[in-house]
């Protein structure tokens, strides 16, 4: 329950510091830290417009898509307190939930008949299957290191005490943030802001909506971001009592927030060729963790 209370307050302001960030890094004052909320509580109290062309599948998609990111967030641990939800392997569950959710957004986004949005739908796929393996072969590490396959138990097991065991979390720590930026299709993999439909991925999936239902996509954005930071925050605060790990989690919280607007500050999005190949480049750095893994428990012969 509590990492549920503390997710959801770091999602009201996480979109706020990247922002902020961004515009600091171009010189500008920018907007206020909630000024996202605010704009997605607008669009809540607006009513949503559908197409003739669309089904109920259109209408029920964004809800879908936001329910699943509420259901990952519930298996997220926090200290020494299991999520809401807790069970072995539930990593697995945390993985193919957020699949179902992005599921339904992808034939959502077919259901329009429109070309452009499904051309993002199958680039949102492609970046979600190549990013799929990274994640499982990073948490199957962990798993085989601690002797658990639940988030908790990993997470309080997890100690580092080597050198070698400081660079895995280091390195299991990019391959959590760039799989949050691909999720999210922030830069280098796509550039939020852009109004180009060949080249746009999730936005112009969401083309269609509006009001409400765009409110909860975006909303389900802030929450993947604060998700993400929240399974990076646990690599940290597994053995620490409840305040220090609330500031810990802050602290991790804002500095992700602050990497992901330094990142789309100073690098450019890869061209639509690359993207794939970037992806699958994290599968590499997680095989590596695994190595690294086995290095440790002494399993080279």
């Known amino acids: 329950m509590i990492s549920l209370v503390l997710i959801v307050l770091t999602s009201l302001f996480f979109m706020g510091i990247v922002i902020r960030t961004k515009s600091i890094a171009s010189g500008r004052k920018g907007p206020g830290l909630f000024q996202p909320m605010k704009d997605v509580i607008r669009l809540w109290k607006k009513g949503a417009v559908y197409s003739k062309t669309t089904s109920f599948i259109f209408q029920i998609a964004p809800s879908i898509y936001f329910a699943s990111i509420i259901m990952a967030i519930l298996v997220i641990p926090f200290c020494q307190h299991k999520g809401i939800i807790s069970f072995n392997g539930d990593f697995v569950f945390f ?28 680039r949102e796929a492609l970046y979600s299957m190549l990013a799929e393996p990274a994640f499982f072969i990073l948490m199957g590490s962990f798993a085989l290191y601690t002797g658990h396959t639940s988030f908790h138990e990993i997470f309080v097991s997890l100690h580092f005490g ?6 895995l979390g280091a390195l299991a720590t990019f391959v959590l943030v760039m799989i949050a930026m691909i999720e999210n299709s922030r830069m280098p993999v796509d550039d939020p802001k852009t109004h180009l439909e060949l080249t746009m991925v999730h936005e112009v999936m969401i083309l269609d909506n509006s009001g409400f239902d765009l409110g909860l ?50 690098s450019a999005r890869f061209r639509m060729g690359n993207n794939a190949q970037f992806i699958f480049t994290l599968t590499s750095i997680s095989i590596l963790i695994f190595f690294g893994v086995l290095l440790i428990m002494g399993k080279f012969v």
Not at 162 to 167: E, L, Q, R
Not at 240 to 262: D, H, K, M, P, R
């Open 162 to 167: 080597s050198y070698i065991s400081y660079g």
């Open 95 to 122: 993985a193919y939930v957020l699949a179902f959710g992005k599921f339904f957004s992808i034939i959502g986004a077919l259901d329009t008949g429109s070309s452009f949005e499904g051309m993002g739908a199958s």
């Open 217 to 266: 996509i975006l909303y389900g954005t802030n929450l993947k971001f604060a998700m993400y930071g929240a399974l990076i925050a646990n690599f940290f605060t597994g053995s620490f009592t409840i305040l220090i790990g609330i500031l810990i989690f802050l602290a991790v919280q804002i500095i992700f927030a602050i990497t992901v607007g330094v990142l789309e500050s100073f």
